[in-house]
């Protein structure tokens, strides 16, 4: 029962930004326009991949603190990589703005800078919404997640509505990002009064030690590189469509993407709650082992759920972005939702190497899932120039799957042949699929 209620509160976080993209979505195709939105698109993908710089902090303070043993040491935890994560930032925005008059003196193009002037609010606003995450955090190491359920809600909301706001009464990217700078700054505040008064004596900003930073260091390095990785591999996709097939196509591959990952972060962040419990290390590998399938099961049913579900009632996209705009990205809406299924299967593999404290070998997969991903797309689109090149996806979750699956195997009283067994089937799932559909 507890782990269901734990799911639900995952489930209803990660709701609201796909419910308030619905709306601001085609607030911003109005008012800023394809490309317009795809600059939008491109920046916010700058801000997110800016996160390779902070080691995986959040990580770090919810392994820590569920793992730790007591009060005592929560405060350290939290302050040290907060200091470590501002150190960082603060770093980055100065070499920023000795880069960026060079960059826009030298550039001919007129998107790049604009690109580089937003980056002068954008990088700030990182640096706010990771000091936010790490409140998140703080609030998930003690598996709190009412309490991460009512703030994020609340300043999603309010971060999202000001954007749309900000776009409607300017019809400028540049006050769009603006704005959305006020209102995270506020937001935080009100935010960090809010855990406070809840963890008056365990929470502090002011309690970073060197030490504390010494015992943190192994997990956070390797924990740091990997989501390094993964925020590489997430990204890396928009850069080189962007750059290869022009802002508008990238305009429209852009819908289908933020249609993927608002429900691959709905799945995910409803099995999230089994990351601070693995972390705890009170189960035996057998326990594991079966809550493992269980989740992996989970995962699939409701991910195939959904993905029928949409692309059985597709009309509904092109309610929701009008006619022109749904023809031009309805085959990546489509394509994208064929292969959700198939794209969630790694999702409790990874859960499970982070609190089972495996971060080396979590490093590896995300490498080796990265240099595939940026190989496929750069082959099947440049060298071979194949139009539906997005099913060939497919090959990179393969291989981040199979290599999931050997560490899980020699880890966990788990075959390998069953996890790969379990795998091929889902993949023939979506290529049937795939088939029936026409896509």
């Keep these: ?109 007129e998107n790049l800078t604009l690109m580089i002037d937003i980056l002068y609010v954008a990088i700030p606003i990182f640096f706010v919404k990771q000091s936010e995450e790490m409140l998140y955090a703080f609030f998930k190491g003690y598996e709190q997640f009412g309490h991460v359920v009512n703030i994020s809600t609340i300043s999603k909301i309010v971060f999202f509505s000001t954007q749309a706001l900000t776009a409607i009464f300017t019809k400028s990217v540049f006050d769009v990002f603006y704005g959305a700078l006020v209102a995270s700054i506020l ?5 960090a009064i809010y855990v406070k008064k809840i963890h008056k004596n365990e929470i502090s900003f002011s309690k970073a030690n060197f030490k504390t930073a010494k015992a943190l260091l192994n997990f956070s390095i390797w924990n740091g590189l990997s989501s390094m990785a993964e925020m590489l591999k997430s990204q890396s996709d928009k850069w080189l469509v962007s750059g290869l097939l022009g802002l508008k196509v990238f305009g429209f591959y852009s819908i289908g993407v933020l249609v993927f990952n608002q429900l691959y972060n709905i799945v995910g962040s409803s099995v999230y709650w089994v990351f601070p419990e693995v972390s705890k290390g009170n189960a035996n590998n057998e326990t594991l082992a079966k809550k493992y399938w269980k989740l992996l099961f989970y995962v699939c049913v409701t991910s195939l759920g959904i993905s029928v579900f949409l692309i059985e009632f597709s009309f509904l996209f092109q ?50 899932s990265l240099v595939a991903k940026v190989v496929i797309i750069w082959l099947i689109i440049d060298i071979f120039n194949i139009a539906e090149w997005v099913i060939f996806f497919i090959v990179f979750i393969a291989i981040e799957f199979t290599a999931y699956a050997v560490i899980i195997s020699k880890k966990l009283p788990i075959k390998f042949a069953h996890l790969a067994a379990f795998f091929l089937l889902q993949v023939i799932i979506a290529l049937s699929r795939m088939q029936s559909t026409g896509n």
């Design 1 to 109: 029962m507890k782990s269901i209620k734990k799911s639900i509160y995952g489930a209803f976080d990660s709701l609201t930004s796909p419910i308030l993209m619905l709306f601001v979505t085609p607030i911003f195709l109005n008012y800023l326009g394809i490309e317009g939105y795809a600059i939008w698109v491109l920046v916010s993908s700058v801000i997110a991949s800016l996160s390779i710089f902070n080691l995986g902090g959040t990580l770090v303070v919810t392994k820590f603190i569920s793992a730790g043993d007591g009060e005592s040491d929560t405060g350290e935890v939290f302050s040290t990589v907060f200091l470590f994560q501002s150190i960082v930032v603060i770093s980055l925005y100065v070499l920023f703005l000795i880069i960026a008059p060079i960059a826009i003196k030298y550039s001919s193009s």
């Design 187 to 191: 937001l935080f505040f009100l935010q």
């Design 319 to 368: 309610l929701w972005l009008g006619e022109g705009v749904f023809q031009g990205s309805k085959y990546y809406i489509n394509t994208f939702l064929l292969l959700f299924p198939v794209f969630t299967l790694s999702i409790i593999s990874s859960l499970y190497l982070l609190g089972l404290g495996l971060v080396k070998q979590g490093f590896f997969v995300e490498m080796i």
